[in-house]
């Protein structure tokens, strides 16, 4: 019996946590690595929120600015994401209050199937769609935004409470 080589074991993904650290020691790179991260997440959020895709790219890029500005008092006792998302989450809701311009278009936050749906499909995904985004529109902004947050971008109630800056019990009631 011979000796088998050691077999390499894929690494995990740095922690974003880790990225940060990196970034802080001058790793520019890293940065990116942690925008390739939440670049789509953000601007799906972000849209959901503002529905204007232009606006919301805006305010994703002004986010990934602040977050790097900022990236020296990221607090560790807390997740990334939770902090980047509530920097995403003060420049939206100031773009809101600048600009007090809501668009309709929804279709910009939901993923296309990866099938080729029927025609049927595609008028019934569509009224669907429609009657979601305007049950949500219909609900003040706080608990829309839990929504979105929850169901959307698959946050646990203690990262949603991170970002809105609110109790988990009350993210829970809020839901």
Same mark, same amino acid.
């Given at each position: 019996m011979g000796l088998r080589p050691a077999s390499k074991q894929p690494?995990?993904?740095? +922690?974003?946590?880790? *990225?940060? +650290?990196?970034? *802080?020691?001058?790793?520019?790179? =890293?940065y990116g690595e942690l925008m390739s991260r939440y670049e789509p997440r953000l601007m799906r959020y972000v849209v959901s929120l503002i529905h204007d895709h232009d606006a919301?790219? /805006?305010?994703?890029?002004?986010t990934f600015i602040k977050t790097y500005q900022n990236l020296r008092g990221f607090d560790a006792t807390y997740k990334f994401s939770s902090w980047i998302y509530r920097i995403a989450h003060n420049e939206a809701m100031n773009t809101?209050?600048?600009e007090r311009h &809501?668009?309709?278009? $929804? /279709?910009?936050?939901? =993923?296309a199937p990866s099938y080729e749906p029927t025609i049927m499909q595609d008028i019934d995904q569509t009224i669907l769609k429609g009657d979601v985004a305007a049950c949500l529109d219909q *609900?003040?902004?706080? !608990?829309r935004e839990v929504l979105l947050l929850q169901y959307y971008e698959n946050?646990? !109630?203690?990262? &949603?409470?991170? $970002? *809105?800056?609110?109790?988990?019990? +009350?993210?829970?009631?809020?839901?």
């Open positions: 690494s995990a993904p740095p +922690t974003d946590e880790s *990225l940060v +650290t990196l970034v *802080l020691g001058g790793d520019v790179d =890293a919301a790219a /805006d305010v994703v890029q002004v809101l209050r600048r &809501i668009s309709q278009d $929804v /279709d910009a936050n939901v =993923a *609900l003040e902004p706080k !608990y946050m646990k !109630y203690d990262e &949603i409470a991170d $970002v *809105l800056h609110v109790p988990p019990s +009350t993210v829970g009631v809020w839901v």
